[in-house]
């Protein structure tokens, strides 16, 4: 990341780039959400395979050609969300290292801080219904895996945009 002390002038950008690069960046967090949940689906599908739940009370359990419809959606998603998300992810860290004054963009951080605010509770979600689960005397291995599937994914997201944050913030100090 660029680093720009407090006498440092930045190059203002117009209007034209500015709503360009909001657009970068809502296209950047959708893909980022799509590959996220697709990719955290395809692993619960994987869990479910290895750990295998007696489904009898669920209603939620797909068997057969459901089940396989699903799991070509969620290939089909990351075969589509990860070229995406990779090529503007790379396109605005690029546009950020040339014009240091995008990380001020209103629309980033409104993004960032909402992905911030949706991984925290999906965390916080998780944690309570685990607790509950092992209140209950229901924990078994499979939601364990789950719960470690879905928390995972979750914290590193918050955990990369927070240190973006930081980052900014201590740029701008």
């Given amino acids: ?48 395979s290895i750990f295998p739940e007696n489904y009898s009370s669920r209603n939620f359990y797909l068997p057969g050609m459901i089940d396989k419809n699903l799991i070509r959606g969620y290939i089909a998603s990351l075969i589509v969300s990860y070229p995406l998300f990779s090529f503007f992810f790379l396109r605005v860290k690029a546009r950020v290292m040339k014009y240091p004054g ?52 979750s914290s590193l997201i918050f955990a990369y945009l927070l240190n973006e944050v930081k980052e900014e913030r201590k740029a701008y100090v």
């Fill in 102 to 153: 995008l990380i001020h963009l209103r629309s980033r951080k409104q993004l960032i801080y909402m992905t911030l605010v949706v991984t925290f509770v999906i965390v916080l979600i998780n944690i309570i219904s685990i607790i509950i689960s092992f209140l209950e005397g229901n924990t078994n291995w499979n939601f364990f895996f789950h719960f470690l599937a879905t928390v995972t994914v």
């Fill in 1 to 48: 990341m660029v680093k720009v002390t407090a006498g440092q002038v930045v190059p203002p950008l117009t209007e034209k780039e500015s709503f360009w690069d909001t657009f970068e960046h809502v296209l950047l967090f959708i893909s980022l959400y799509v590959f996220a949940i697709s990719f955290t689906l395809m692993l619960h599908r994987f869990i479910d």
